[in-house]
T-cell receptor, first 112, second 112 residues
Framework: KQEVTQIPAALSVPEGENLVLNCSFTDSAIYNLQWFRQDPGKGLTSLLLIQSSQREQTSGRLNASLDKSSGRSTLYIAASQPGDSATYLCAVTSGGYQKVTFGTGTKLQVIP | SQTIHQWPATLVQPVGSPLSLECTVEGTSNPNLYWYRQAAGRGLQLLFYSVGIGQISSEVPQNLSASRPQDRQFILSSKKLLLSDSGFYLC???????????FGPGTRLLVL
């Protein structure tokens, strides 16, 4: 059974700081890994998708890396802004055809 | 472009009452469709997924059921709601199992 863990559960940083969010998974036989952002009471926004054959993906100030063999992914946010405040979720697709497992998320607060 | 709709946005229902949440996708054909639930203090859990009309797979045993009467319509139902059914319900679509999932705005359900 795939298990996804995100550390830390919550993070508070001053504006402008670079930060790293961590995601680990127990079954390395994944199809892909996705990072999402969730604003309070709202749906999820997909940030980055990394296929199992890829090592990293970049979008603007975001960079996600994937180390499948060690079961880890990181989301790097450069020059954080107050608008980055949200809960960040990682999710892996593995096992059966459609099995997606989410982590419990990291709640990020960027202080102006 | 593709869009995904969910309604209602919020719902308050008494225990034992029926439930019907609807999700529709526009701008694509034959999408994979998903229902997720986010209970208070817990991570996102996949409830159902569908790869085509009338094809529903359940991830966890529960008080809920899903149906896909049309290609781009996904319905989550219950005959009798339980208190434990309270939560935030998200619908998502993707082009395939290894593709990015796009989420709807969600429905917040409170069972009293």
């Amino acid at each position: 059974k795939q298990e996804v863990t995100q550390i830390p559960a919550a993070l508070s940083v001053p504006e402008g700081e670079n930060l790293v969010l961590n995601c680990s998974f127990t079954d390395s036989a994944i199809y892909n890994l996705q990072w999402f952002r969730q604003d309070p009471g709202k749906g999820l926004t997909s940030l980055l998708l990394i296929q199992s054959s890829q090592r990293e993906q970049t979008s603007g100030r975001l960079n996600a890396s994937l180390d499948k063999s060690s079961g880890r992914s990181t989301l790097y946010i450069a020059a954080s802004q107050p608008g980055d405040s949200a809960t960040y979720l990682c999710a892996v697709t593995s096992g059966g055809y459609q099995k997606v497992t989410f982590g419990t998320g990291t709640k990020l607060q960027v202080i102006p | 472009s593709q869009t995904i709709h969910q309604w209602p946005a919020t719902l308050v229902q008494p225990v034992g009452s029926p439930l019907s949440l609807e999700c529709t996708v526009e701008g694509t054909s034959n999408p994979n469709l998903y229902w997720y639930r986010q209970a208070a203090g817990r991570g996102l859990q996949l409830l159902f997924y569908s790869v085509g009309i009338g094809q529903i797979s359940s991830e966890v045993p529960q008080n809920l059921s899903a149906s896909r009467p049309q290609d781009r319509q996904f319905i989550l139902s219950s005959k009798k709601l339980l208190l434990s059914d309270s939560g935030f319900y998200l619908c998502a679509w993707s082009r395939g199992a290894q593709e990015t999932q796009y989420f709807g705005p969600g429905t917040r359900l409170l069972v009293l």
